[in-house]
């Protein structure tokens, strides 16, 4: 009999009449080891380039989809280009770069703001008038927001001058120290770059600091 | 310089990214397979690309070899099913391959090379012998025979019992005795 060991594996079943049960030594015979030999010499003649087939098939054929993936971003290849397809291209990209440039420039360009507040009289004995300007020149709004008017983002509008982009507005300031900074379409807080930062900000963007007194600046 | 590694460290190279390590296990049992392909699919054009599919197919699901030691009975099985499965594909071929001696006489560029037996007869009549075989009987014969391997080589690279591979080579003897018999007396 046989042990489970002996018994066929990978799950092949008996057919017809084998028979497991007996043990079965097929008896040499010359005549097929000599059908062997020949077979043997043969086969001696195989295709040398077997070899370079195969690992020239492993090379282009990556592993997994992280390895194709990695393979298509870092392997080279030729590309092939017509003139056509040169000129979509370049145009494509030239509507985008001016969209991108309007829609930014729509916002203000902080290399084209300039502002300064200055004191320009006295309404009362106990108040000045202080004169903000800023220059914004793709601005569509702007305000002034500070402690002066309870930090209401629409309370102080400033008011286009002329065609070349400059935005003012006076407003009375009781002496002391006040903050404040511009904001710019409703979105884009911009300190004045004329008077000094103040120390903190709890939002995020600096604020500029104004004194207002006998000596105001 | 991987020449003297085993199998075991060679999968393991390539599994850690070194691919090139694998033309090693290529070279390693490609004329071993390739004898074996050629045997069981009659045609040497047949049996490369099945060699071919086979090991492309074993590199791709490397990690899925779990005994990486046995590498060459875990592609061995990979490149049997390869061969049954172009057997299949090719059954009505096969029909004519047995019994149209003419045919395989016309077709000399797609047939096993020849062995250089001085009866030039020898050959075709291995070829017809070999092919009028069951396909699991063909393959025992020939890893017994032309490989000469012991039973329990054969079983560790099947994954097929002793016994059942002692039974498909008794019969693969005995059908081959009876065709090279029948054909001594012919001539």
Known sequence: MLNDDQRPKGGEEPRGDDFWDVEIEPE???????????????????????DHRVMATIRHSPRGYFRAALRWWTQPRPVRISPIGVLATVGALAILLVAVGRYFGGRGDATAVTAVASATGAATSDTRIIRFVISAPRASRVNVVGDFNGWDTQATPLTPVGEAGVWTVEVTLTPGRHEYAFLIDGREWRPDPSTPKAASDDYGSPN????VGASST | MYSTLSDEAVVRRVLAGDDEAYALLVARYRVRFTRYA??????????????????VRAWRSLRRCRDPE????????????R???????RKRYEATFVQDVRALSSAPADRPPTSGHEDPGYDLAIDRALASLDPDQREAFLLKYVDQMSYEAMAT???????????????????????????????
């Open chain 1, 28 to 50: 040499t015979d010359s005549a097929l080891e000599r059908l062997g030999a020949a077979l043997r010499q043969r086969s001696s003649a195989l295709d040398p380039e077997l």
């Open chain 1, 208 to 211: 500029s600091v104004i004194i």
């Open chain 2, 38 to 55: 050629v045997h069981m699919l009659g045609n040497r054009e047949d049996a490369e690309e099945a060699l071919q599919d086979a090991f």
């Open chain 2, 70 to 81: 046995h590498f060459d009975a875990w592609l061995f099985r990979i490149l049997a099913n």
């Open chain 2, 83 to 89: 061969c049954r499965t172009r057997m299949a594909r």
């Open chain 2, 157 to 187: 690279l099947t994954g097929v019992g002793v016994s059942a591979l002692k039974m498909r080579v008794k019969r693969a003897a005995d059908r081959l005795r009876g065709l090279l018999e029948e054909r001594a007396h012919v001539e």
